[in-house]
Every structure is written in C-alpha cells, then in structure tokens.
C-alpha cells in the first residue's frame, strides 16, 4: 500500500525508497549494457534507447509503490501523479544514453526529490568499468544528512587555484547561443587549468565533484532530471551550487555551476559575464520544466 504524503517523510524512509529505485533502474540497464540496443531519436543526434524506457517503467514502479500520491516528472514519461503533492520525484532513468549506446563508460541512473521544490533526497547509480568489466556505484545524499558513495562519506576537494584544478563540462544538444558561449569557455578554461573534462552524463559529472576527482562542473539548459539527485549530493558533500550568473539555484534553472566551493567566486568572475551577456542578449533564462500547480518554496 503506497503512503499518503500527508507530512514530512522521515529521511531514512525517503532515502532508503530512492536508492530502492534507483537501483531497480541501474539492474535494468545492466541487463541490457551488454546487448545490442534499439535506439530511437528525439532529434538528429538525440537518441533514445529501449533501456531509457524500460528502466523509468522500473524506477515509476517502486516510486508508486511507497508513495502512490507524489508527483513524479521523468524524462521519458513526463509528468504523473498529484501536483498537490509536496513531493516531486525527478527522475533520469539514464542520464548519459549516447555513452550507454556506444558502450562508452559514464552513465548513470539519477533520482532526485524535491520537497516543496528543494532536493530532499539523492541518489545516482554510475556506471565505470567498460564492456566486459562493467561495476556500479552508489552516490546518495539526504538534506543535512551528508553525502555518501556505497555507503562511505564523501567531501569536495580543498583546491583553491584555478591553475591547480581539473573541471568539467557538458554540451547539450541544442546548439544554440549558449552552446555557443561554453565552447568559450571551454577554451579559456582549457588554457589557465590542468584540463576541463567532457563526459557526457551531468549527473556523473556532479557526483565526481562531490567525490573529490574533479573541482567543479557547469552546464546551460539542463532538466531538472539531470540536476534533482547531483546538485544535492555536491551540496552535501560540502560544494557550492549557484546558477551561471552567480544567483541562488534551483533545480528548475537552466544553468548550474557547482563547485568545491572553494573556487567558486573564481569560477564565475568568467563565467558569470557571459552568461549575463546572454541575459541582456534576451536569452531566455527562466525557470522550465516546473509542474503546475506544484508547490515549490524556491
Ligand atoms: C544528457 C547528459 C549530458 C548533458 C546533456 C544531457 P541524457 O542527458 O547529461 O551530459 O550534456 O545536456 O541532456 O540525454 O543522456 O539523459
Ligand atoms: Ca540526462
Ligand atoms: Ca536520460
């Protein structure tokens, strides 16, 4: 019998039913990682695989299952569930699918929830390895309660010299203005730091800050499915996490830098101005992807 939302979820029930569906998805497609994949597209190099589908059908399951009257928004599925509800799952049932089709390594299955809008509870299954060694691992993350990889805790990097630092970013598929800026930005980071990294999964990309690997990582125009579950496990870890321009975060943004923290201001004394030129560009920035109706204190 699923439980009615009609107060605060205790954490350890909330965390402990996220990493039950997150999990479930990551069996899904570890079913499928060594297998030939039916890919459809969304756009010209969007794709979509047969596994994204079936593994949000697994992750829809046991949401409904425990809570049958919170809203979830998933990517492939899009919105079910009461918009009354103080609860938003959002959830990436395999966030990094052209790595996953290609048998390349950084994939990952994402679940975020959202209380009144602000991520309450996290949890991200990576993919590493490669064909024929393929393992898993698992980030979780609760509000106040610390950031977690199979169970040990984690923290941000101490690195404060932008010189000394690896970072991360991420291309969408819209090659729009925005992309545009980032290939910027990509080259003028690529010049003053030890590398920025590509990978292809935001979701991986956030937790590897979370981790320590990595100092930071930025992205315009991700979903909320691709941020829900990392930018709380960053958070917790103990990084930065703001909007492009500098502003607070929410997940419903459509730009994100997080951070080690100890970086962060000087992150964005570069990316902070052309993202604001973008801004006065009449790039539109507002918040997307946020359900009706739902409540979020952000
Ligand atoms: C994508 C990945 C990628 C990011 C894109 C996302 P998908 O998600 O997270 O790293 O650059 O913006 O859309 O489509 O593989 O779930
Ligand atoms: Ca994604
Ligand atoms: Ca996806």
């Known amino acids: 019998m699923g439980a009615k939302s009609t107060g605060p979820i205790s954490p350890n029930h909330l965390i402990e039913v996220v990493k039950t569906a997150a999990k479930t998805g990551a069996q899904v497609v570890m079913d499928a990682v060594n297998k030939p994949r039916n890919i459809t597209y969304k756009g010209l190099t969007d794709l979509v695989t047969e596994t994204d589908k079936m593994s949000e059908a697994a992750i829809l399951e046991v949401v409904k299952k425990n809570f049958d009257d919170h809203l979830i928004l998933g990517e492939e599925g899009g919105i079910i569930g009461d918009a009354a509800s103080d609860y938003l799952w959002c959830i990436d049932p395999l966030d990094g699918t052209t790595n996953f089709a290609h048998g390349y390594p950084s994939f990952a299955v994402s679940v975020g ?167 006065n560009n009449g790039i539109d920035f507002s918040l997307w992807y946020k359900p009706k109706d739902y409540r979020a204190d952000v």
């Open 113 to 279: 929830v959202l209380y009144r809008g602000n991520p309450a509870a996290a949890a991200v299954v990576e993919f590493v390895g490669g064909p024929m060694c393929w393992n898993t691992r698992i980030f979780s993350a609760t509000a106040g309660g610390g950031a977690f990889c199979n169970g040990e805790r984690i923290q941000v990097s101490a690195t404060n010299q932008v010189e000394r630092s690896l970072l991360v970013t991420g291309f969408g598929y819209d090659h729009d203005d925005a992309w545009a800026t980032n290939i910027d930005l990509f080259k003028e980071f690529t010049d003053v730091s030890r590398g920025v990294r590509r990978l292809g999964a935001a979701s991986v990309d956030m937790c590897h800050v979370a981790l320590g690997i990595v100092e930071a990582y930025w992205e315009y125009r991700l979903k909320p499915w691709d941020m829900a579950a990392g930018v709380l496990i960053v958070e917790e870890a103990g990084g930065a996490v703001t909007r492009m321009d500098g502003g607070k975060f929410c997940v419903f943004d459509r730009s994100v830098l997080v951070s080690n923290g100890a970086l962060h201001a000087k992150l964005l004394e570069k990316i902070g101005p052309p993202t604001e030129k973008l801004k």
